[in-house]
């Protein structure tokens, strides 16, 4: 809650620095584009992704629960509370606040028309997923991972293919103990990945890890909400800007 | 090059550090900003990016179409040569006239009919090109693309979709206390689910045995539910009727002759090298003649009853009148000729049960069977020589 008050200092800090970087705006305009621009890659926090949600809304949704701690990736460590009736706790406020740096990620390659793929293994949950990539307009692999589609991909698709430019995990794992093979192609290929960890998984291969739950479906509920909405933000920027006639690729 | 200046995208996480880099922009001491502006290359708004993904498919399709271009050209300057060696107007030559002349200057025996040789127009030659399933940013249209195989699983997603509809709906229905109509029930008996083959074909995409297997078990799933008869029309797309080769022609209307009687001829009644016609007529005393003889034409036993079976079997033995006319082959050839055309005959004059009863016991159904011919080197048309190594 602490670092929350310090963060709204902050956007206070911040909007009095858009208003001077506005009135400099209007003395330059040939210049609007390219300062748009710098506004949009510059600013903390353009989309406003940081209230999408609450630590709250993190808890209602059983973002804290962990696996077993028998279970547990030491690379989990920094991201945990403690250990409650044998079950990890993740430390919410540190979840926050790398949800919203994925957020943020997620709603910026939005906006520059990036594609965005979502991933997810397990019968459970995987229709939410697929659904929610299509209401975004975005896509989904919930299926079984043939090797080479990153990684060899020409020869899968029988022509050149674009990659998706953004990975979003929902989770890591195949089943309990093998890693998602995307997670390591999307890594050898370059493309930045999200990911939910939970705490049996291995973060270090994840570009934007966020410690979490993630296989409750409330939880991986919450998660489809917010990265759909930041998703939105980001492309009804892009078209607002578009029409504008200021947005520059 | 996104990813590349997302990196730079400023993480909310780090408040001071970037308020600094904001504040120094405005101030106009701007080593931030001018660092910005050297990596990455100014591009005009106004043009159209191409991504390479739709740059290489275009070429593609070029090549294509030039390819199909040329053989589109000889195709018409082959169909003027044929036309003036046939000694025809090349103008008025249609696909009918080139395939008799085909057939007339290469004559094949090849039994393979793709194996024979052809001139058809190019586009039925060369199988249709896959279009393009991106727009020009390298965008694939389909949100499940880059699975492989998207119309595959978005069939199993649409199941999904159905099954979670379905599920709710009886939730609903089950707090209202209503039951589900048994009357209204879906009935798959008489269908089944469509084979590997055209369900490929329908989704335009290989898919594995396992794969099939899978959509099966989903679909079988799907229609265990009570209430799937809502969705009949999803679940009927991927049937098909269980008897769809069982097709009896429809029986002729008889004719009437000058005395009022209702009558019908078959022609070409064949088996073995026996051929015969048979005149039918209703109502009839049970007359039979046989090339001007009466049942006695036939000398056997055997032979008089295969000729009266589909009588006995119809129950319409002493009610019609039977006029045939047969030759060649012997008497168990000609015997077999006429019992297949007096079978196809009578089904005009039965109702539609007695004609399927009649289907099923292999009344109606032509004996194509024809004696093999001797091989020289052998006996006969199997039987060796006898032969003794020593």
Same mark, same amino acid.
């Given at each position: 809650m602490l670092k929350r008050i310090s963060k709204t200092s902050f956007i206070n800090l911040r909007s009095i620095c858009l208003s001077a970087s506005h009135r400099q705006q209007q003395l330059e305009q040939e210049n609007a584009p390219k300062k748009l621009r710098e506004e949009v890659l510059l600013h903390p926090d353009y989309f406003k992704v940081h209230n999408l949600f609450t630590v709250k809304d993190l808890f209602d949704a059983r973002v804290h629960f962990g696996h077993r701690d028998g279970s547990l990736d030491e690379r989990m460590l920094p991201y945990i509370y403690g250990s409650r009736l044998g079950h990890i706790i993740f430390d919410l406020d540190k979840t926050a606040e790398y949800l919203r740096k994925a957020l943020n990620v997620t709603a910026h390659i939005a906006y520059r028309d990036g594609v965005i793929i979502f991933f997810q293994r397990g019968?459970?949950?995987?229709?939410? #997923?697929?659904?929610?990539?299509?209401? &975004?307009?975005?896509?989904?692999?919930? +299926?079984?991972w043939r090797g080479g589609i990153f990684t060899n991909a020409t020869?899968?698709? !029988?022509c050149v293919t674009r990659l998706p430019d953004l990975c979003i995990f929902f989770n890591t794992l195949n089943n309990v103990l093998i890693q998602h093979t995307a997670v390591r192609d999307a890594a050898k290929m370059l493309i930045a990945t999200?990911?939910? #960890?939970?705490?049996?998984?291995?973060?270090?291969?994840?570009?934007?890890? #966020?410690? !979490?739950n993630d296989d409750s479906p409330a939880s991986m509920?919450?998660? &489809?909400?917010?990265?759909?909405?930041?998703?939105? +933000?980001?492309?009804?920027? +892009?078209?607002?800007?578009?029409?504008?006639?200021?947005?520059?690729v | 090059m996104i990813l590349r200046q997302i990196m730079r995208v400023v993480h909310p996480l780090r408040p001071v550090t970037l308020q600094k880099n904001i504040l120094a922009g405005i101030n106009g001491s701007d080593s931030y900003s001018t660092e910005i502006k050297d990596s990455v290359p100014q591009e005009e708004p106004t043009k159209k990016n191409i991504s390479k993904a739709m740059k290489a498919y275009l070429e593609r399709a070029k090549e294509h179409e030039d390819f199909m271009q040329k053989q589109r050209e000889e195709f018409q300057i082959g169909k003027r040569h044929l036309a003036n060696m046939m000694g025809e107007d090349p103008e008025t030559f249609t696909q009918d006239d080139i395939d008799h002349a085909i057939e007339y200057l290469f004559p094949s025996g090849l039994y393979e009919k793709k194996a024979r040789p052809l001139m058809k127009p190019p586009e039925e030659v060369f199988p249709q090109r896959k279009a393009a399933e991106f727009d020009e940013s390298g965008r694939p249209y389909h949100f499940?693309?880059?699975? @492989?195989?998207?119309?595959y699983y978005q069939v199993l997603h649409d199941i999904s979709h159905h099954l979670i509809e379905l599920n709710k709906f009886e939730d609903s229905m089950i707090r209202k206390k209503i039951q589900p109509d048994p009357n209204l029930a879906l009935d798959l008996s008489g269908y089944q689910w469509i084979d590997k083959e055209s369900l490929e074909e329908k989704l335009v995409e290989t898919i594995g045995d396992k794969d099939y297997e899978y959509f099966i078990n989903c679909f079988v799933r799907l229609t265990a539910v009570p209430y799937a008869y809502k969705i009949k029309d999803f679940i009927f797309e991927y049937t098909e009727p269980l008897l769809n080769q069982v097709q009896t022609y429809d029986a002729v209307k008889p004719h009437i002759d000058s005395d009022g009687k209702q009558f019908i001829t078959v022609y070409e009644c064949p088996r073995k090298a026996a051929r015969g016609d048979v005149t039918i007529r209703f109502p009839g005393t049970g007359k039979i003649t046989i090339n001007n003889q009466g049942i006695t034409y036939f000398e056997d036993v055997q032979s008089r009853e295969q000729l009266l079976f589909p009588l006995i079997?119809?129950?319409?033995?002493?009610?019609?009148?039977?006029?045939?006319?047969?030759? @060649? *082959? *012997?008497?168990? @050839?000609? =015997?077999? =000729?006429? %019992?297949?055309?007096? =079978?196809?005959?009578? %089904?005009s004059f039965v109702d539609q049960d007695i004609i399927e009863k009649m289907r099923i016991a292999g009344l109606l159904t032509k004996d194509y069977r024809t004696r093999e011919r001797k091989k020289p080197g052998q006996w006969g048309a199997r039987r060796k020589f006898t032969w003794k190594k020593r």
């Open positions: 019968a459970q949950n995987a229709y939410l #997923v697929e659904k929610t990539a299509k209401e &975004c307009g975005e896509f989904a692999h919930t +299926r079984f020869k899968q698709f !029988g999200i990911g939910i #960890v939970d705490s049996n998984c291995n973060p270090n291969l994840i570009t934007y890890p #966020v410690p !979490g509920e919450l998660y &489809c909400k917010l990265f759909k909405a930041a998703i939105f +933000r980001g492309k009804e920027k +892009r078209k607002e800007h578009i029409e504008q006639n200021i947005y520059l | 499940l693309f880059y699975t @492989g195989k998207p119309n079997f119809t129950d319409m033995l002493n009610k019609v009148d039977i006029e045939c006319n047969v030759s @060649g *082959g *012997g008497p168990s @050839g000609q =015997a077999g =000729a006429l %019992r297949w055309g007096i =079978a196809w005959g009578l %089904r």
